[in-house]
């Protein structure tokens, strides 16, 4: 296969994300990039790739700077697929080494900017909170023992344990208790051109074989992290939500109000929808 005719895919390895790129590896019409979430982002505004699984943060970020180079072509998400969570997240977590009123610095996790931005504006608007936020020290691969408060996401905010901790924060969990919807993390973005439509189909296949698989998915994700096969399975089943449907949409446009009111995300960038109509309102929903 020549390699205009490849889709080039880019998602991050962490468990969490893997009943959506199930099989992909295989499909010999697609060539799939593993990075971090905002590498992948990186990657697709730099047109390294045809769909990226991306911080939904960020799809507001890239279609301004789409529109402002002119040379590129507008973004669109893919409907009906996303990373959530209606309640705990199990993988956003937030290791409190303070009381909210002495928290003076936080150690961000780099890896997404939808979760460095979610945590300042709970941080803001429930505790009155405004530390300063940093990369972890002494590099952003450590493990910052420096801050008062610690943000990790994906495989590390699964399994990282902090003995003597104040407090663990689960940042879907309390997201939902505040604003009472579902939150989106991450989505597949993709530019409009003519390969929209197979991306389209094949990330719904992808989908569907993932949340078939989840048992297999639980199974070889526990030995890699070294986790219980049932902590693994919660995570996939009752944690993660693989939806994007009306109440993940209200929820995401909710959360994108609120960052631009802060000025974290760009003013008045609609969300665009690729591919309506493979979605099957008849499916089961991710569970």
């Known amino acids: 296969m020549k390699d205009r005719d490849l889709l080039r895919i880019g998602a991050a390895n962490y468990l969490g994300a893997r009943p959506l790129v199930f099989g992909l590896d295989e499909r010999p019409e697609v060539r799939l990039v593993q990075a971090t979430p ?52 199990g993988s956003v977590r937030l290791f409190c080494r303070r009381d909210w009123p002495f928290m003076r610095h936080v150690a961000v996790d780099p890896d997404s900017r939808t979760c460095s931005c979610l945590v300042r504006l709970l941080l803001k608007r429930l505790y009155g909170c405004k530390p300063h936020y940093r990369l972890p020290r002494p590099h952003p691969e450590g493990l910052d023992q420096e ?17 003597g901790c104040r407090a663990v924060v689960d940042l879907g969990e309390i997201w939902g208790r505040y604003a009472r919807k579902p939150f989106v993390y991450a989505v597949w973005v993709a530019r409009e051109t003519e390969k929209l439509g197979r991306l389209t189909a094949v990330l719904s296949e992808a989908k569907k074989g993932g949340l078939a698989a989840r048992d297999e998915i639980a199974c070889r994700g526990a030995e890699a992290l070294a986790i219980p096969v049932e902590q693994a399975r919660t995570f996939l089943y009752e944690n993660m939500r693989y939806d994007l449907g009306p109440a993940e949409l209200v929820g995401l446009e909710t959360f994108y109000r609120w960052a631009a009111q802060e000025e974290l995300a760009p003013q008045s960038v609609p969300i665009r929808l690729a591919g309506r109509e493979e979605e099957d309102p008849g499916g089961e929903r991710s569970q």
């Open 147 to 163: 801050s008062d408060a610690l943000l990790l996401i994906g495989d590390r905010g699964l399994t990282y344990q902090e003995p």
């Open 38 to 89: 905002s590498r992948t982002a990186e990657l697709l505004e730099a047109d390294e790739l045809d769909a990226g699984l991306i911080p939904s943060i960020d799809y507001f970020r890239l279609t301004v700077e789409a529109k402002e180079r002119q040379r590129h072509r507008p973004l669109a998400i893919i409907a009906g697929i996303a990373v959530g969570s209606d309640g705990p997240a």
